[in-house]
């Protein structure tokens, strides 16, 4: 076992954990945090990618800000003033059909015969990923930026409060 | 360097809990962080391609950092709703959110 | 290399009209608030005519767009439909909403994010296109802020399209990864190679990218956010996401499926044969049941998707055609119908069934409109409805899919018994009150010229059909390019 | 841009704008537009004459000529419709620009003070703009529309007055019975197309004469010319479906004289005619029925206008007798002589509708036992009258009995002389009731001194169209001959210019011409023997034969025998049909279609609310489902 693998198994150990504790803990202050868990390992993960813009991305758009968010909304709807059961009666169809379906995407991956070279993959940097994504991309690029548009606006007009409120 | 299927199986389960979590949690905004679980599991797929298939156009490394921009704004945008429901009726568990049936 | 950026010409209008109109609502706060509406209608409009110009042109953008037929096509035809939205609007927003110049800023917003995924030539764009038109409508939906309803149909609405998308995100990942590419017509050449090993995530991505575009047109069962949304949306709005939703969800499927999946063509026929029919069954059975006309309709547009899935499960050129030629006329009926049930509703308040007893008394001509509109989209002859699914069920019988067309046949039966129902509660109903509706000439003349559109397809489709035809003719060009050049495996 | 047969379309197109400006503007206009409408008829009378002349000039062979448009066109369906004109088109458009033009003429005084007259004109306009469309249509299609098109407009105008209950009734019962041939039309249009793939009718024709694909099989080929047979046996009222037309009468008498008399009633004889090589080329059997519902119609038709005492009824049961005449004709492959009935129908039917009408008009009274001796009162009236019913009973040398004799020549050329009997016997029973209801009407004293004195005649909008017609009548037999056919600039007589396979000569037949003249005055010499003074030797009869009376009477009981068939069949199967859709398709179906889904949710609570964790299950649900087919279909 290389080091690296052992570095992805400690990771993957992470996100997995993490991911769990998401969808099991029966705190959400503690899901919250299991989230922030996973993400960061999954930064991680991007790093043994080579990916590392990728990872300082996510550390900064998910573990800053929308771990935030998260967290401000669970004090705004007072999550914790409700100690009732987190999962609905649903639960045992959920855990089911999330096997069936963990079972089905892990043997897609394992049971073929993926084409290429697995074994040495190369780094992209930085710089060609930053020209591409503003020449080649720039479609895209500026559609998302009017998603966020769409978003702040949205967030603005539903949340905000109106006189009388 | 580590097999690729290693990043698929990983994404795999990381999608998995996602689902388990959307089907099963009652709280919108658990329901919300089970969903960025599955669009995480997207993400690793998405860059563990572009690095191995595709270190050209490495278009899922694209993909990838708009997926990462959209999440965030969902997020944003969905909070904002679940804030707005509160408010009006003091809950944001989504079994709760139902004078809309057959 | 620069791509030619005046194509996206209609676009820009589109977004800096947007802007124009916020900016407008915020700096003359006391503008009436309908003129919004005009202006919002005009820029739709001038997008519309702009798209005009593109007619005939077949350009890359980049590797992202394709400006050809098919984008001018679903580019008019989206601008057409934003134009009626904000022109029904007037009355209700001024009435009903707080903040006029956002909603009508998104309702153009919504309009550039279905161009793109219909112009789309890859999997990237197309996303982004599909979540600008996704969040849009997630918030317009929840735009009445203190409607209960409205806030329940949002936040269903936007919780399951996030789970959809990222269902769809995960196929796009895997189509990806066997593929390299997420180009459609390097898709297509990809696929067609000899890719046995890869077969099992193949077909895993194509589930689910099924699953997640089969929940922007709402198929069942991916359709269960669709009755709430509909009945929680403003009245306009649910008009709006029953057309644009639709029609954007239409043309990325037909697109993908046609430009990039045709090489796999044996392995997902079945799938969205099997959606097509699960869909037409079941919208149409439980519209029986509704009792809310907001339900209604979206149990029937539910059953209109069926009808359009058999479209491309039987994928061809003339099927494809056909498909869009019936989305055409379904989405003119349909927004006819709303524009009725709008004037009524902005004059009663009232949105049940029973509530539209005795209409033909207190508004004769709506009433008329209302009726022969339901009756096209229940495909009654003279109609627009009888003649574009007539072509679509000749189309789908062309390409062995007999039995599909039966069932689509049997429902059609089926879903004239509901159309029935209102129409009978109109025209045999007692009225509450026997008063006459004032006449609004803006809303009435949107009628009169939607229902003029619902006779001319039914009398005279040729022009449409041919419009379609021109629209659809690209798409089939580039894949028998690709099946022959990738004949045998190259070494 | 000459003016001729391809600008055929114009004819429609005139009517149909002149419709639409009157329903959307008609109330704005003085007088509700009638001008209009009266502006329409002449100018489609005008364009026809120049069709006619362009007509004139082109070789026979090159007909016929029109113009069409693809109206849809993809794989595996194209569809052209357009118009069209050959000779029998012509001789329909003569009918149908001509009278119709005079009867929107007339109207202008019959409907004077009516609360709907603009919205009469208006219908009216739509019935000719439809007429016209089925008479030029070059293709079944468009020919079929325009035929419900027409069924319409009749119901409209039958129903004209329909707060009077007997009006909205009769409409009703019009427009059921007829659709019940229509159905059958439907469906042998259908068959046609099935077997051909086209609607167009030369191309159908074509078909049908070389046997080409399924048309070879004469079994087939016969089933659907009997079934477009249905479709004209229901709209020419033919028996069993003619117990609409004498309801009809309900109507304004203009909508009589035009529809139920002149144009829409004859759109069977028109389309039987059209399609004449089909019938041919069909197995006999199709022409034998034609025959024999002719023959039946005749003399039931016949025995009823014996005894009906209101006066449009008896003209309506002529009516019949007069298309049953036209189905005998083309039974016996005489396109000729049951084209040039229709014509002189056209002209001799309308003026007695019109006539009618006329003394409906001054005296308020339609029951011949409060009229009598009006001929005084109104001389114009009687006198057109008098030409009218004596044409219809087939007295020499006026119009109907050209027409008659060529239908009796042709039974004697075609079938035996049994048949000829058997229609010289009907000329005579129509020679009969024509000369009776004449006689109690404008003969004889008044038998009700009140209607008698509020008879007056009438104003000469309505005289002067009464007067044309008369002319009409008197002469328009005449065409017959090579010399005056020749002379108008036709090829000769109307037997060279409307034919089927062979142009016919005309020639007398000096036996069947004076025999036929004989039955005709032996009928007439009864009616004051019968019915002179009070009528008692008629009495006399229908008491020593008081079964027959009644049934006579009692229209052979066939609403009765209606009205037992929808009680106890129709009634019954629907109640059934009800029982089904409540409990089998509702229950069962609709809500049973409910119940899968919520098992389909495994724990149906769950599932069946609007609970958001339920919706997301049905997704992934889905996928589930989805990926089962795709692998299913795969491995």
Not at chain 1, 58 to 80: D, E, H, N, P, W
Not at chain 3, 396 to 402: E, G, I, P, R, V
Not at chain 4, 282 to 301: H, K, R, W, Y
Not at chain 4, 480 to 496: K, Q, T
């Amino acid at each position: 076992m290389t080091i690296e693998e052992v570095i992805f198994y400690v990771l993957a150990t992470g996100a997995g954990l993490g991911g769990v504790g998401v969808v099991l803990s029966r705190n959400v202050v503690y899901s919250a945090l299991a989230l922030i868990l996973s993400l960061m390992s999954v930064a991680g993960i991007f790093i043994l990618l080579s990916a590392e813009f990728l990872a300082l991305v996510q550390i900064l758009v998910y573990g800053g800000a929308v771990t935030i968010i998260i967290l401000f909304a669970m004090m705004l709807t007072r999550v914790r003033d409700m100690p009732r059961a987190m999962n609905g009666p649903q639960w045992p169809l959920a855990a089911a059909v999330a096997s069936v379906f963990m079972a089905v995407s892990t043997i897609a991956a394992v049971s073929s015969q993926w084409p290429g070279d697995t074994e040495n993959p190369t780094v992209i940097p930085l710089r060609t990923l930053g020209d591409s994504l503003f020449r080649q991309w720039s479609v895209p690029f500026e559609v998302a930026s009017l998603v966020l548009v769409v978003a702040l606006i949205g967030a603005i007009v539903l949340a905000g409060r109106e006189e009388g409120e | 360097m580590i097999p690729l299927q290693h990043f698929l199986v990983l994404s795999g389960v990381l999608f998995s809990l996602g689902i388990y979590g959307v089907l099963a949690r009652r709280h919108a905004v658990l329901i919300l962080m089970s969903v960025e679980l599955m669009l995480q599991a997207v993400n690793i797929n998405m860059i563990a391609f572009a690095v191995y298939f595709d270190p050209e156009a490495f278009v899922g490394l694209i993909f990838a950092i708009f997926i990462i921009t959209i999440a965030a704004a969902e997020v944003g945008l969905a909070l904002a709703i679940v804030l707005r429901i509160f408010r009006n009726r003091a809950t944001a568990n989504v079994d709760e959110v139902n004078i809309m049936k057959w | 290399m620069n791509p030619d950026w005046s194509l996206l010409a209609p676009e820009y209008i589109l977004a800096g009209w947007a802007a124009m109109v916020i900016s407008v609502d915020l700096f003359f706060g006391r503008v009436r608030k309908d003129y919004l509406a005009y202006l919002a209608a005009l820029g739709a409009l001038v997008a519309a005519l702009v798209s005009l110009i593109y007619i005939n042109d077949d350009k890359p953008f980049g590797a992202l767009l394709q400006i050809d037929n098919y984008a001018t096509f679903f580019r008019v035809f989206f601008c057409l439909i934003a134009f009626f939205t904000c022109l029904i609007s007037a009355r209700f927003v001024q009435e009903r909403v707080i903040h006029a110049g956002e909603y009508y800023a998104l309702i153009l917003v919504t309009t550039i994010g279905g161009i793109y995924m219909a112009a789309a030539e890859e999997l990237l764009t197309a996303y982004i296109g599909l979540e600008l038109l996704s969040f849009s409508l997630y918030v317009l939906t929840s735009f009445l802020k203190f409607d209960l309803r409205s806030n329940e149909g949002g936040l269903k609405y936007m919780l399951l399209g996030a789970f959809s998308s990222a269902i769809l995100l995960y196929g796009i990942s895997l189509i990806y990864g066997v593929t390299g590419t997420t180009n459609f017509s390097e898709i297509a050449q990809a696929l067609s190679g000899n890719n046995d090993d890869l077969r099992f995530p193949m077909l895993l991505g194509l589930v689910l990218i099924i699953s997640g575009l089969g929940f922007k047109v709402a198929a069942v069962p991916f359709h269960m956010w669709t009755p709430d949304a509909y009945e929680g949306a403003p009245l306009p709005i649910t008009a709006f996401i029953s057309a644009i939703s639709k029609s954007a969800g239409f043309a990325l499927f037909l697109k993908l499926f046609a430009e990039g999946f045709m090489p796999v063509i044996d392995e997902w026929r079945w799938i969205v044969a099997g959606l097509a029919a699960t869909t037409m069954v079941f919208g149409n059975l439980v519209a029986i049941q509704q009792r809310n006309i907001k339900r209604l309709l979206a149990y029937s547009s539910i059953g209109q998707v069926g009808f359009l899935m058999m479209g491309i499960a039987a994928i061809s050129p003339d099927a494809a055609s056909a498909m869009l030629l019936h989305l055409a006329g379904y989405v003119i009926s349909n927004l006819a119908v709303f524009v009725a049930i709008i004037i009524c509703y902005n004059q009663t308040g009232k949105e049940n069934i029973d509530d539209f007893a005795g209409l033909a008394e207190r508004a004769p001509f709506v009433a008329m409109c209302l009726g022969a509109s339901l009756l096209s989209l229940a495909g009654m002859p003279l109609f627009a409805g009888f003649v574009t699914k007539f072509i679509l069920f000749q189309a789908a019988a062309n390409q062995d899919m007999l039995w599909l067309a039966g069932v689509a046949v049997l429902m059609s039966f089926v879903s004239l018994y509901y159309y029935l129902v209102v129409i009978k509660e109109m025209y045999l109903g007692q009225p509450e009150a026997p008063t006459r509706f004032p006449i609004v000439p803006l809303e009435y003349a949107a009628l009169a010229v939607l229902t003029a559109g619902v006779f001319f397809v039914g009398l005279y489709p040729q022009p449409f059909f041919d419009a379609t035809a021109n629209a659809t003719d690209l798409l089939f060009a580039g894949t028998s390019a690709a099946s022959v050049s990738s004949g045998p495996p190259a070494p | 841009m000459e003016l001729g047969m391809e600008q055929a379309w114009l004819l429609p197109a005139i009517t149909g704008g002149t419709f639409a400006f009157l329903l959307l503007f008609g109330k704005y206009l003085p007088r509700g537009g009638d001008f209009l409408a009266v502006g329409a008829g002449v100018a489609t009378f005008v364009v026809f004459l120049f069709i006619l002349t362009d007509l004139l000039d082109v070789p026979r062979e090159s007909l016929p000529i029109g113009k069409g448009w693809d109206w849809v066109s993809f794989e595996g369906l194209e569809i052209r419709l357009g118009f069209e004109v050959d000779e029998i088109t012509i001789v329909m458009l003569a009918v149908v620009t001509f009278v119709g033009s005079l009867i929107v003429l007339y109207s202008t005084g019959y409907m004077r003070g009516d609360p709907r007259y603009g919205w009469f004109f208006t219908v009216l306009m739509l019935f000719i703009t439809s007429m016209l469309t089925l008479v030029l249509a070059d293709n079944l299609l468009l020919l079929y529309a325009a035929w419900e098109g027409v069924g319409i407009c009749s119901f409209l105008l039958i129903g004209f007055w329909h707060e009077r209950r007997s009006a909205a009734e009769a409409a009703k019962k019009a427009f059921i019975t007829t659709r019940i041939g229509d159905v059958g039309l439907l469906i042998g249009i259908i068959l046609f197309w099935r077997a051909t793939g086209t609607f167009d009718i030369s191309e159908i024709i074509e078909a049908a004469e070389h046997g080409e694909g399924l048309l070879g099989d004469g079994t087939y080929l016969t089933l659907a010319t009997l079934l477009l047979f249905a479709g004209a046996a229901g709209k020419s009222a033919q028996f069993p479906l003619h117990v609409w037309l004498p309801d009809a009468m309900e109507g304004p008498t203009p909508v009589s004289a035009l529809i139920h008399a002149a144009t829409m009633v004859v759109a069977g004889v028109y389309l039987v005619s059209r399609m004449m090589p089909v019938f041919a080329a069909a197995d006999p059997i199709a022409l034998d029925v034609v025959t024999a519902l002719g023959f039946i119609t005749v003399f039931i038709s016949a025995a009823i206008g014996l005894v009906q005492t209101d006066i449009k009824r008896v003209v309506a049961y002529s009516t019949i007798n007069s298309l049953g005449l036209m189905f005998i004709a083309l039974g016996s492959l005489s396109v000729t002589a049951a084209m040039l009935y229709l014509l002189t129908h056209g002209f001799f039917k309308a003026l007695l509708f019109m006539a009618s009408g006329s003394v409906i008009h001054a005296t308020e009274e339609q029951e011949v036992s409060k009229l009598g001796g009006l001929i005084k009162k109104m001389p114009i009236t009687g006198w057109t009258f008098a030409i009218g019913a004596l044409a219809m009973a087939g007295l020499a040398p006026l119009s109907g009995y050209w027409a008659k004799d060529e239908i009796l020549v042709a039974l004697e050329h075609e079938q035996n002389i049994i048949l000829l009997a058997l229609a010289s016997f009907s000329v005579f029973i129509t020679a009969i009731y024509m000369g009776r209801i004449f006689y109690l009407a404008f003969l004889g004293e008044p038998r009700d001194h009140h209607v008698h004195d509020r008879a007056h005649e009438s104003p000469p909008v309505m005289t002067m169209p009464l007067v044309v017609l008369t002319a009409l009548t008197l002469v328009s037999g005449f065409i017959v001959f090579s010399g005056v056919g020749e002379a108008l600039g036709f090829d000769g007589g109307f037997g060279e210019f409307v034919y089927f396979e062979e142009p016919e000569v005309f020639h007398f037949d000096w036996i069947i011409g004076i025999g036929s003249l004989i039955a005709v005055i032996a009928g007439l010499a009864a009616v004051p023997y019968f019915w002179g003074g009070t009528g008692e030797r008629a009495h006399a009869v229908a008491q020593q034969f008081p079964w027959a009376y009644k049934l006579v009477k009692n229209k052979f009981y066939m609403d009765e025998i209606y009205q037992v068939f929808l009680d106890r069949v129709v009634f019954v199967l629907s109640g059934i049909l009800a029982w089904f859709d409540r409990n089998v398709v509702n229950d069962t179906g609709v809500d049973g279609s409910a119940m899968i889904t919520r098992l389909a949710g495994y724990r149906a609570k769950f599932v069946q609310t609007g609970q958001l964790p339920n919706y997301a299950f049905a997704i992934a649900f889905g996928v589930i489902m989805l990926a089962v087919i795709a692998f299913a279909v795969e491995f």
